[in-house]
């Protein structure tokens, strides 16, 4: 049985907040998929992986070529990623379900803290996740480093 975890960003943005968990998935030897909303934004942030430092690459594909199912790290807005990962992480409000915190080694929900939208969303998923009975932690890197300030 999985956990969800939220990382509200206050100091970092995603596209720095998102790399940093991701080599932990890969170093816990987990596939990825990597969910949001939009399309474009996916690409954005496919381009943003594929500009990062050489020593740090993080090995992705963006949903929809040839080889998805290979992918250690896959881009994706549909709840059904084809690379079978052990962990998903949610961006941009993305929905994930009890079920699938359930059936996943970890569920990360990341939301940028400056927007209240997002914010809202959190919560809601938090109640939603919660109320279900998932296992659910929330971090927070206000203070400048990532702390844990709930567990449900």
């Given at each position: 049985m999985g956990a969800a975890y939220f990382y509200h960003l206050t100091q970092r943005p995603l596209e720095e907040t998102l790399p940093v968990l991701l080599e932990?998935?890969?170093g816990a030897g987990w596939r990825?998929?990597?969910?949001g909303r939009a399309p474009d934004r996916l690409a954005w942030l496919d381009d943003r992986l594929w500009l990062g430092p050489e020593e740090g690459f993080l090995p992705h594909g963006?949903?929809?070529g040839p080889h998805d199912a290979l992918?250690?790290?896959?881009l994706t807005a549909s709840p059904e990623a084809a690379n079978d990962p052990a962990c998903v992480m949610a961006i941009d409000g993305a929905d994930i379900s009890p079920d699938e915190v359930n059936a996943l080694e970890r569920v990360c929900i990341l939301f940028d803290g400056?927007?209240?939208?997002a914010v809202q969303q959190a919560r809601v998923q938090w109640k939603s996740l919660t109320g279900a009975g998932c296992s659910a932690q929330y971090w927070s890197e206000e203070s400048g480093r990532w702390e844990k300030k709930?567990?449900?």
């Open positions: 932990k998935a890969r990825i998929a990597v969910r963006l949903a929809g992918q250690p790290i896959l400056t927007d209240p939208e709930a567990e449900s």
